[in-house]
């Protein structure tokens, strides 16, 4: 399957000079964004945001505020952030949100002069984050998936990325009120980068919720189903389905019970929305909560 020019051409991309002058342009709002589907998100590509990642993790002070989190766009969040106020006002609060969907890439490519460089899954992302953060000391805490789950891909991220330091685990099936203990947990580990793998909008609360008693990490990520990647329990689809944007369609076809009703109600919304309200571009960001 060949896509047109249009859509396979990379477009530029925003240069910094180096990651300081990334964790600069993020400290004073100032990376490059654009607004698609409704939602902005910021135009960086899968190496500049890992070196983000990175300088956020080494410049900014701890304790003193609460870490920001990222998120991720893809077509089920532009779909709930316009139907459900609740979900909409949690990615209000995000630090930041990658382009985790080839249709969100296309309209850009199609509806706007400075669109997104590539797209941003975090089945990718997890993997440029760690080659650099074993390489620079860092660490990371899984929170999220079954007790299985998490154990396992904890021990294959151990043997992919041996020197890098996975400070602790704990599943995702919490009750709310234990909810303080295990961001208490987390916090007297002090990790760098905490993946909140837990599934939308549940990840988000938990970072809103908790940020306050995770002054000591130093940011979080929220990761949808990456556990179950890294366990080795859903495989990736093949290379040429994810550049054509047709990676939900593999993911259906093996999971679809569990899929067929999710896509149902967000692929077509999505899509229009994607064509209606994709375009908008700034190199300001608007104001959230991650710096204080």
């Known amino acids: 399957m060949r896509l047109p020019s249009s859509l396979r051409a990379r477009p530029p991309v ?12 993020f400290a004073a709002c100032r990376l490059p964004r654009l607004t698609v589907g409704g939602l902005p998100g910021e135009r960086l590509t899968r190496r500049q945001w890992a070196e983000l990642f990175v300088a956020i993790c080494r410049c900014r002070p701890r304790g003193e505020a609460p870490p920001p989190f990222f998120s991720s766009i893809n077509g089920q969040t532009i779909s709930r952030y316009h139907r459900e106020a609740a979900v909409r006002a949690l990615f209000r609060r ?25 797209r941003v899954a975090t089945t990718d992302l997890f993997h440029d984050v760690a080659r650099h953060a074993q390489d620079e ?46 961001a208490q947990r987390i916090d007297a580990l002090a990790p760098d980068i905490v993946w909140v793998s837990m599934g939308v909008p549940r990840e988000q609360l938990f970072c809103v919720r908790n940020r306050d008693r995770l002054r ?14 890294l366990a080795g329990r859903h495989s990736r689809a093949p290379v ?16 679809p019970r569990r899929l067929l009703r999710r896509y149902a109600l967000t692929n077509l919304h999505s899509a229009l929305l994607l064509m209606t309200r994709t375009g908008r571009q700034t190199g300001v960001q608007a104001p959230t909560l991650r710096h204080r």
């Open 137 to 182: 000391g860092l660490s990371f805490f899984l929170l999220g998936g079954t007790v299985e789950t998490c154990a396992a891909a904890a021990r294959n991220v151990a043997a992919l990325y041996p020197r890098l330091t996975i400070v602790g685990t704990h599943h995702g099936f919490f009750a709310e009120d234990e909810e303080e203990a295990v």
């Open 14 to 25: 925003v240069a910094f000079s180096d990651a300081e002058a990334l964790y600069e342009a």
């Open 240 to 255: 040429w389905m994810q550049a054509c944007g047709l990676e939900w369609l593999y993911r259906l076809a093996l999971e």
């Open 94 to 118: 995000c630090g930041g949100l990658a382009v985790d969907g080839m249709s969100a890439v296309f309209a850009s490519r199609l509806l706007s002069r400075a669109p997104f460089p590539e």
């Open 216 to 229: 000591r990490v130093g940011l979080l990520k929220t990761s949808g189903g990456l556990f179950d990647f």
